[in-house]
């Protein structure tokens, strides 16, 4: 490049430089004044100094004995750039992210030392769907608490009664038979206004008028949304009847338990009302504050109060049933005076045998639904009873047990149905006590 004019790059200050002479002729930089590309001697390794002393008439130029060789000199468009390493896209993403893949040591004597890593592209992958299960684990968590605590859950006993009755061979064919019938009707006794709900109910001429008045003081819970069967049981009654319970729950998880009895008549499944009122001959806030009738029959939850002594009596609290959509456990603050029976009277042994059964998890005739929609059914049961008002010299107006009907809640047909074959088991007894006392 010697015999070329044009532009330079000085090899002292790096500046460029414009220049009408060859690069062997010598060109001086206008910036540092320093000369380069002279082949001659005088000046090849001479470097001028900018300005000089032109006073003292010094001659300017000293001999640079410190400098190093200078760079080769360019043109413009031939300019030496610093090589750049090509990097991965792995070491990209780390610089990106202010982590390095290597690990660099300065040594003492200036050299460096470069530690290789292993990449944990693989590691970073499982970290990421670890992460996407924790938190998929922790809202599936969250929900199973909310319907183990909530209005939204069932009880894990009656969860497992249903799985249980639905072993049965015979059970499971019951229930594949009517799955159908019962949905219809039930979600076609949900939907129809109040005057036209009679005619999915069980004996309907004769609760007619008991069904109105019913509900013009306990209004008819509405299910919202979509109704869906979460839970079926058969129940085991006497002979040839059949009825079959279920469970639903609605779009805002609110839950209803039904009864369905077979008619035979129509091969029908008529919803046995009593129980899903739960209906009571009586206002029971009007009752216990005697302000109604002095006698009625109701559907209750009953809770033993422990006593100093059972073995001499038993004392019992009663309280209206749970609304469909009540919160707070309202119940418990319709509480009834305490009643209390002499441990070794007949109705305190019928109570006892009731009581002891549930706690067992014998229900009636295998039914869940106490069980599995009913707060705390360790400490409440379901029953239906004769409550009345006497007077007491001693005390004034006490109330009194004067009938236990039977666990559960169950309509007039049901019950009928159990205390014949009660009554039947107990003259078959009496007969066979009879005979062996003749032999």
């Avoid at 290597?102 to 693989?122: A, Q």
């Avoid at 969860?159 to 949905?183: C, F, H, T, W, Y």
């Avoid at 001429?205 to 299910?223: G, H, K, R, T």
Wanted: proline share 4%; charged share 30%; aromatic share 8%.
């Amino acid at each position: 490049m010697s015999g070329r004019k044009g532009v330079f790059i000085c090899p002292s200050c790096q500046a460029v430089v414009k220049s009408d002479r060859p690069l062997h002729e010598g060109v001086t930089c206008g910036e540092c004044l320093h000369e380069f590309g002279n082949t001659s001697g005088s000046s090849k390794s001479k470097t001028q100094i900018p300005g000089g002393n032109r006073e003292r008439g010094a001659g300017g130029v000293i001999r640079n004995l410190t400098a190093k060789k200078s760079a080769p000199v360019l043109p413009v468009g031939v300019i030496d750039s610093p090589k750049m390493a090509v990097k991965t896209l792995d070491q990209a993403r780390d610089e990106l992210a202010g982590v390095s893949s290597d690990d660099e040591t300065i040594l003492s004597d200036g050299s460096r030392r470069v530690r290789r890593r292993k990449k944990r592209e693989k590691e970073e992958k499982n970290k990421g769907l670890v992460l996407f299960l924790g938190a998929w684990l922790c809202v599936v968590v969250v929900v199973l608490l909310i319907f183990a605590t909530g209005k939204f859950g069932a009880s894990k006993a009656s969860k497992a009664l249903v799985e249980a009755g639905s072993r049965d061979p015979m059970d499971q064919q019951i229930v594949n038979a009517s799955r159908e019938k019962i949905e219809t009707e039930f979600k076609g006794f949900m939907k129809v206004p109040e005057n036209m709900k009679g005619q999915f109910i069980d004996r309907s001429a004769d609760l007619s008028l008991a069904f109105s008045d019913f509900y013009v003081e306990n209004p008819f819970p509405p299910a919202s949304g979509r109704l869906t069967q979460t839970g079926v049981n058969v129940l085991k009654l006497p002979g040839d009847e059949l009825a079959v319970e279920s469970i639903w729950r609605d779009s805002e998880g609110y839950q209803w338990g039904a009864i369905h009895i077979l008619d035979r008549t129509t091969s029908t499944w008529k919803l046995d009302w009593e129980n899903f009122g739960p209906y009571s001959t009586e206002s029971w806030p009007k009752f216990i504050n005697q302000l109604g009738s002095k006698e009625g029959v109701f559907r209750l939850l009953v809770r033993k109060r422990r006593t100093a002594d059972d073995k001499k009596k038993i004392s019992l609290s009663f309280y209206r049933a749970p609304h469909v959509k009540e919160g707070n456990k309202e119940f418990k603050r319709t509480e009834s005076p305490e009643i209390d029976l002499l441990a070794e009277s007949d109705l305190a042994i019928e109570f006892m045998r009731l009581w002891n059964n549930h706690q067992e998890e014998k229900d009636p005739m295998g039914s869940i639904l106490g069980r599995a929609l009913d707060p705390d059914p360790e400490t409440y049961m379901r029953i239906t009873v004769r409550l009345g008002w006497k007077d007491s010299k001693r005390d004034g107006e006490v109330l009194e047990l004067k009938e236990i009907i039977g666990a559960g809640w169950f309509g007039e047909r049901i019950i009928k149905l159990r205390q014949s074959t009660e009554d039947a088991d107990a003259k078959e007894l009496l007969r066979s006590l009879s005979e062996t006392s003749d032999t």
